[in-house]
């Protein structure tokens, strides 16, 4: 069953189109990498995907939520789509424990016992349990990333972005998130990641789509995509990063 | 005109005036702090009606003198058929004053609050008054304080002007004495003393808050 | 019961009015001419002058920061003949307002000059022409540049508060102001008159203040100068 639909979904900053009709289905569980070149539309249709930019044609539903052009319920949709940033945006002034459990607190609620055990175990997810009273300046750039995706985790998604979560990172802090991200895989969450990692995405991921000026222009395993593409400009893309 | 000599009685005299000085210098950042919030709230928030009043109400202040806002307040308050107290006529034209300087100066700080704060709280599903209590105004509050403390200073330099619409504090004390004694170079002399003492150490105090608090990002807890 | 706002006895005067309008207009001009220059000299003495100056011109700066113009006001007007200094009341206004506003400019353009030059600037008053017009050119100007907006709002409040001039029986804008009210007794629509008058003066100074700010920048920056 389908968790994620698109279908038709175009963008415009003024005269300059970045979303022209993009389409595809994500089943449950899936994890799907967005590649393509720098402006080609990746992150903004990732950002579409969890209310933060809005959209001027077509529809997405995602975790049983509809996004449209017109009103969205973007609280509820929130609630089950979270998304981890490329520079992390902890919150400074808050504590790890802080940042992780501030919007079970106060958008559901959750007691105070309840929040911290809650810290604790997505924490212990992303191997940060240590961190707990740290505050965001006190870690490294990945320990930071990490508690990202915990304090995502926290409000129990159905679906998690991950926009270029390891393109702030030094090359030798990328791997504790991508193994973090690899366990989610594991786990059955259902992921959509815009990426640069390609082995990575070839490895994990078990949909890989090519955005190229604004089109969904290759969609298929990473076999198909990586190995054999169809197109000219997904060669001359994958001849570029490989 | 028998002028008498100027004593350490008329010293305490003037301590006890400066003691109306800071009484309407804390009303006047009271009221205008209440009002200074508002006014940025205002003015970052997603009401186009209240960003224009808002932005209108910060333009006008800030474009006529506060003499002529202390005899609007008073005359105006006269003609409302209430009986015109100065402090009164004072605290409201003070009030006014201090919001929209307040106000300015902590859009400022709102504003340079990372847009991506808003962002990340709001796809944890934040609603607006939820973000701006727990992410983005405790992080304003630190970056106003430097600020603040400095407009609190042009607050107490400001309660000067009420003395001419008769408010007894500091200088108007200080011109009551002068018509008795005949000493205005000493008085004024002391008079503006008495205002460094209580203005110097907030302008210190922002100056160094300013410096140490602009590189680190370090928890400071407590505010 | 109800008050009527009536403007004819006040607008009766407008002659005056507008008259006080163009004292306070060039007071302030003045002021901000002066007081520019000054705290721009200052400045950079404060930068790059010998020791004693300043701790001088620091001492200057934090009592006009500390004490209210119209303390200054007084001092100046009531106390210095105490110690023979007497001077008309244009001329201490004049000089009041000028020593506050330097006070303020000095403040901000040093600010200028340390985001261009961190550190001591050793030339000093010992420049040669030719390094006076390097600094100039590499320090003071963009400094001046860079401040420009803080000292334009500085000088739009230092034209506003050349009303206080009006307590030493200046006659402008404020005090022709008091001298109608007590005529009419139509203190309220006096008051609203003048400040509807301040209020023009203040946007036509920030609007002056952008095409100068544009007619003396903007021709640099196009050129690339900065780079």
Do not use: F, N
């Given at each position: 069953m389908a968790v994620v639909r698109l279908s038709k979904v175009s963008k415009a900053y003024g005269t300059h189109?970045?979303?022209?009709?993009v389409s595809f289905e994500l089943e449950k569980g899936r994890m799907l990498a967005l590649i393509g070149?720098?402006?080609?539309?990746k992150s903004t249709l990732l950002r579409c995907m969890n209310g933060l930019e809005t959209i001027e044609g077509g529809e997405i539903e995602m975790a049983g939520h509809k996004i449209t052009q017109g009103s969205v319920s973007l609280r509820a949709l929130r609630q089950d789509v979270g998304i981890v940033f490329q520079q992390y945006n902890l919150f400074p002034h808050l504590t790890v424990e802080r940042n992780v459990t501030l919007a079970p607190d106060v958008?559901?609620?959750?007691?105070r016992d309840e929040a911290r055990a809650l810290a604790r175990r997505v924490l212990a997810q992303v191997g940060?349990?240590?961190?707990?009273?740290?505050?965001?300046?006190?870690?490294s750039g990945g320990q930071q990333q990490r508690v990202a995706i915990a304090r995502s985790l926290a409000m129990a998604p159905k679906v998690m972005l991950f926009d270029e979560?390891?393109?702030?990172?030094d090359p030798e802090l990328t791997g504790e998130v991508l193994k973090v991200m690899e366990d989610l895989a594991r786990g059955g969450m259902t992921m959509i990641l815009v990426t640069h990692e390609m082995a990575f995405a070839r490895r994990v991921a078990d949909t890989v789509g090519f955005m190229h000026h604004g089109r969904l222009w290759e969609f298929g395993t990473p076999e198909q995509v990586m190995n054999k593409p169809a197109t000219p400009e997904l060669e001359g893309f994958l001849g570029a990063v490989l | 005109m028998n002028s008498r000599t100027f004593s350490w009685t008329d010293v305490l005299f003037l301590i006890e005036a400066a003691r109306w000085t800071l009484l309407l210098s804390a009303i006047a950042f009271a009221g205008g702090g209440v009002i200074g919030l508002a006014t940025a709230l205002a003015r970052t928030g997603p009401s186009r009606l209240l960003r224009s009043l808002a932005s209108i109400y910060v333009e006008v202040i800030q474009g006529i003198p506060l003499l002529a806002l202390l005899f609007l307040s008073y005359y105006g308050i006269g003609i409302l058929g209430i009986n015109v107290s100065p402090v009164l006529a004072a605290s409201l034209a003070l009030v006014l004053n201090a919001g929209a300087f307040l106000g300015e100066a902590w859009r400022g700080c709102i504003e340079a609050v990372p847009r991506t704060q808003w962002e990340a709280s709001a796809s944890l599903a934040l609603t607006r008054p939820q973000q701006l209590r727990y992410v983005i105004l405790p992080q304003a509050v630190r970056l106003a304080v430097p600020p603040t403390v400095g407009l609190m200073v042009q607050i107490v330099k400001a309660t000067s002007l009420a003395s001419v619409i008769g408010f007894v504090e500091l200088s108007r004390a200080g011109q009551m004495l002068n018509n008795a004694t005949f000493k205005p170079f000493l008085i004024f002399a002391v008079v503006g003393a008495i205002y460094f003492a209580c203005c110097y150490p907030l302008s210190k105090l922002s100056g160094r808050l300013e410096r140490s608090g602009n590189g680190s990002r370090s928890p400071v807890k407590g505010f | 019961m109800s008050y009527q706002l009536q403007f004819g006895s006040v607008l009766a005067n407008l002659d005056e009015l507008l008259d006080g309008a163009a004292t306070t207009l060039w007071m302030g001009a003045a002021t901000i001419l002066l007081g520019s220059v000054l705290g721009i000299v200052l400045a950079i003495l404060r930068t790059s002058g010998p020791a004693l100056c300043r701790r001088l011109i620091d001492g200057y700066v934090e009592i006009v920061r500390n004490t209210p113009f119209l303390v200054q006001l007084f001092f100046i007007f009531f106390g210095l003949p105490s110690i023979g200094i007497r001077l008309l009341p244009i001329e201490a206004a004049l000089l009041a307002l000028v020593f506050n506003l330097g006070g303020y400019a000095t403040e901000i353009v040093r600010a200028g000059i340390e985001s261009i030059h961190?550190?001591?600037?050793?030339?000093?008053?010992?420049?040669g022409l030719s390094r006076w017009r390097i600094y100039r050119h590499v320090v003071i100007v963009p400094a001046l540049e860079r401040v420009y907006p803080a000292l334009s709002s500085q000088s739009v409040l230092a034209l506003l508060g050349t009303s206080v001039v009006s307590q030493i029986s200046v006659v402008e804008l404020t005090a022709v102001g008091n001298t109608i009210q007590s005529a009419t007794y139509r203190a309220f629509e006096v008051y609203i008159v003048i400040t509807v008058l301040y209020l023009g003066l203040a946007f036509a100074s920030r609007g002056a203040f952008w095409l100068i700010g544009l007619a003396a920048f903007s021709r640099r920056r196009r050129l690339g100068a900065r780079a």
């Open positions: 189109q970045v979303l022209r009709e070149r720098s402006g080609s539309g958008v559901k609620g959750m007691a940060l349990e240590s961190k707990i009273d740290a505050y965001p300046d006190q870690l979560v390891t393109s702030a990172l | - | 961190p550190g001591q600037i050793e030339a000093g008053l010992s420049l």
